[in-house]
Every structure is written in structure tokens, then in C-alpha cells.
């Protein structure tokens, strides 16, 4: 289907070590994924992988984003293919403003200040963020705030956000949820990665994959939060209680 994201057989190895092994998944338009899986996983080096990464070597399979396919890109021509990552650990880069970043970065002609200013109460910043430099001395909380802006500055046809969660306070959490189930109701595909369930009380995805050891060993629906929240991820290393139904079709 155009603009989905199709991974095949995927294997993700780290200095020759498989970290991701045989994943497949396929995430339509519009439609929304979480990947849950507990820390040390593979989560991230699934991201990684799709994004281009260096170090993440894909030694099988295959990723594509509708007819593009991305492991013959390199990370900045997947960006403008139209593929976004929002970093579990944003870097920091100072002498650029985020100002400046996000006008360089954005999609289409125009400012960007009229709708960064509606978010501004809503998200608890204040149009100084503007001119401190990319998450230079940020909170945890502010560079996820600032990976939202990124993210609406490019209007990706496809969004991996790692832990995008991590460090919001529950006012600005709810925002960044309404943010993601907007773009996604627009047609943009999400993958929203996390280790806890809070998210997804407040954004219910289309499907929920747990990763196990680098392996899908779970795939459905609100079974699976009701599972988590109950046992912990320890039942999804009994095979057979939830059996992999991931499928690409």
C-alpha cells in the first residue's frame, strides 16, 4: 500500500551481535503501532535500523516506505523520503537556536511561528525556548517537547517516536498524545515505542507488538496492555501464551 512501512525479515545486528531477529511488521497510513518490549530488547535498534543508522547493520531483509525502499538510502535522504525519529536521548547541539533548526527543517513555505505559538501554553513553554539552542541544557521533559516540534515542522508520512513519554508531566503528555492521534487521523503511519503502558491510556493503537530478545512474541489488541499491567512481560517469554501473529500481507 502506498506510504506504508513494510519491514520484511529483518535482522539488525551490533558489532556482530543480532539484537533484532526475523521481525515483520507492516504499518498502513493513518494507522498506529506501539512497540512495547522491556529495556535491552531491541526497540531502539529497530528504530535505529529503519532510520539508517551506521552502526545498526541490517545483514537481512528488507524496509520500505510505500515503493521507496529505504536500505538503499542514506539517513538524511530517508528523512526526506518522508521518515521521522524522535531519539529516546535527543542529542544536543549547541550554536543553533530552535528557532533557526526548526525553520531550516520544516515542510512547505512560511513560518513556522504562528502555530509554534499555539502550542506554547500548551505544552508549558515559553517563546524564549525558541532561542536557546537545540536542547542544549534541556530537561528531559523539554527535549521531548522539542522533538514534538521537530515532528510538526517536517509533517512526516511516518513517525517512530522512542520514549517520547519519558520526562512529560501528565498536562504536557496529554498534549503530545492529541499531537500524535491528530497527524495520525491525517495520514501519517506512527510507531510509538515505549516500555510502560501510560501512553496508551490516553492514544489506543490500531496494534501492540511486544519485543522479547529482539524476536516479536506478541502481537494484538488491549489484551495485551490488560496482560502487562497484570503480570509484567515475564509472560511473554511462555511460548504459546500469546502466539506471534504478526504478518505481512
Known sequence: MENSLIIQNLIVTVENKEVVKDVNLEIRPGEIHALMGPNGSGKSSLAYAIAGHPEYKVTN???????????????????????????QEPPEVGGVSMRVFLNVIKTGIGSLYTGIRSLEMALGISDSFLDRFLNDGFSGGEKKKSEILQFLARKPKFAIFDEI???????????VADIIQSAAVGGTGVLL????????????????????????????????????????????????KFPEIVSVA
Open 165 to 175: 513519554d519519558s520526562g512529560l508531566d501528565l498536562d504536557s503528555l496529554q498534549v
Open 193 to 240: 515505542i515505549s516500555h510502560a503502558p501510560r501512553m496508551f491510556s490516553r492514544i489506543v493503537p490500531h496494534r501492540i507488538h511486544v519485543l522479547i530478545n529482539g524476536i516479536i512474541a506478541a502481537s494484538g489488541g488491549a489484551e495485551i496492555i490488560s496482560s502487562l499491567e497484570k503480570s509484567g512481560y515475564d509472560v511473554f517469554y511462555h511460548v504459546g
Open 61 to 87: 531483509g528488507k524496509i520500505s516506505l510505500g515503493d521507496i525502499d529505504l536500505l538503499t538510502l542514506a539517513p538524511e535522504e530517508r528523512a526526506k523520503a518522508g521518515l521521522f525519529l524522535s531519539f
